[in-house]
Nanobody, 116 residues
């Protein structure tokens, strides 16, 4: 069974930094892309950043220049470095992986809370 295990997040202050990590369990599939989405209370889930297997990155306009998505040191992992955090970045952050043969898979989510 495919598992996405997220770590990091928690609480921070505006202007600070936090890091999220996500690891996809190994299996008989390829990874087309990995990324992060977030959902704030009362809002729809939105894309934050995505990294394709070819190394292409995409970011939401709201996080461009502040967040960086990259491959982690652990196989099948991705890191989201979040800098210059704002209270509006407060949300549950979900890791997503687009897997060959299996399609989209999601992590359980990790809460990020930023105070002013």
């Amino acid at each position: 069974q495919v598992q996405l295990v997220e770590s990091g997040g928690g609480s921070g202050q505006a202007g600070g930094s936090l890091k999220l990590s996500c690891v996809v369990s190994e299996g008989m599939y390829g990874i087309n892309s990995m990324g992060w989405y977030r959902q704030a209370p009362g809002n729809q889930r939105e894309l934050v950043a995505v990294l394709t297997s070819g190394g292409t990155t995409s970011y939401a306009d709201s996080v461009k220049g502040r967040f960086i998505i990259s491959r982690g040191n652990v196989k099948n992992s991705v890191i989201l470095q979040m800098n210059s955090l704002k209270p509006e970045d407060t949300a549950v952050y979900y890791c997503n992986a687009d897997l060959t043969w299996l399609g989209d898979r999601w992590g359980k989510g990790t809460l990020v809370t930023i105070s002013a």
